[in-house]
């Protein structure tokens, strides 16, 4: 795992209460409001699980914590998407709060309804771009959310040990958490 | 002549910005290929090359192989030196707009 220069994080007291809200002018239309909504929801519980924070969401956006919005070419933040794959989404590093995902591209919830060859697992980046949201940088492990690319048509949503070991060096362990839980499921997949 | 056939390693589909960076598999240090100051760019987007003073050029250079072999220990690819066919169908990926650069890095243990 990495972090950003300086290992900037949500200065905030224990236990860290943040608040999330979309876009009203900046989203997609082929997805419901209410399938976003899910998909984000899924993607911080599963940083929820791992760290003593929480995310809420609010319909204020303006002072949301964290502001997700889908945007097209040049949206005024000097990193410009580029069409359909190539960067898919960036997010900025605490406590900045932004995380942007390229409007051209197919976002999917369901590969099963969605056919294209160039379709996006909406869940897996916005739990990867959440990472970032948090203070975690890429890292070299494959296998982790935090690595940088992903192939179309692919779902990696799960946290990893390397997720889980860098975002809790930062905040600290959600007290429910158990590190077998997770080597359960890495032992059943690496099995598989 | 025949061209090799590429359908097998790479089988990503990839979008227009780097969809002809497979023409530089197996370039290595001092080789020229038209075009490579695109993926020079590229290596300059995610952190590899430093903001260059001037344009970059078409030559695989010294400082250009230091960033490939940056390139990739981070993203845990075979360290090569030069573009062998995994290291250009990771480039040609979809991937996240931040940069690879500008963090420290930490090791776990498997």
């Not at chain 1, 051209?104 to 309804?113: I, N, R, Y």
């Not at chain 2, 960076?21 to 100051?37: E, L, T």
């Not at chain 2, 090569?80 to 066919?85: A, C, K, N, P």
Request: hydrophobic fraction near 40%; charged fraction near 20%.
């Amino acid at each position: 795992f990495a972090y950003f220069n300086g290992k900037p994080r949500w200065l905030r007291a224990s236990p860290l209460k943040l608040t999330y809200a979309f876009s009203l002018y900046n989203m997609i239309d082929y997805l419901s409001l209410s399938e976003i909504r899910a998909v984000f929801r899924r993607s911080f519980s599963r940083w929820e699980s791992v760290i003593p924070v929480s995310f809420t969401e609010t319909r204020d956006y303006q002072s949301a914590d964290i502001r997700i919005g889908f945007y097209l070419g040049d949206h005024g933040d000097g990193q410009p998407f580029d069409g359909v794959l190539g960067v898919l989404a960036h997010a900025f590093s605490p406590e900045n709060g932004r995380l942007h995902l390229d409007a051209a591209e197919t976002w999917a919830v369901d590969f099963q309804s969605v056919k294209s060859k160039v379709a996006v697992d909406l869940e897996s980046v916005a739990t990867h771009e959440i990472g970032h949201i948090l203070g975690l940088a890429h890292t070299s492990v494959k296998e982790a959310i935090m690595y940088p690319s992903l192939s179309p048509r692919t779902k990696k949503s799960d946290l990893k040990l390397d997720d889980v070991r860098g975002i809790q060096a930062l905040y600290g362990s959600n007290p429910n958490f158990k590190f077998s839980s997770l080597m359960e499921s890495e032992n059943s997949l690496n099995k598989a | 002549r025949t061209a090799p056939d590429l359908s097998t390693v790479i089988t990503v589909v990839h979008n227009a910005t780097w969809h002809d960076f497979d023409r530089f598999i197996d370039a290595g240090k001092g080789s020229h290929v038209n075009g490579m100051s695109e993926l020079k760019k590229y290596f300059n987007r995610f952190g590899y090359l430093p903001i260059p003073d001037k344009n970059f050029t078409d030559m695989f250079d010294a400082q250009f192989e230091s960033a490939v072999i940056l390139y990739q220990r981070n993203l845990g690819l075979p360290v090569t030196g030069f573009l062998d066919s995994d290291t250009i169908s990771t480039i040609m990926s979809p991937r996240c707009g931040m940069s690879d650069a500008s963090h420290s890095l930490h090791t776990t243990r498997h």
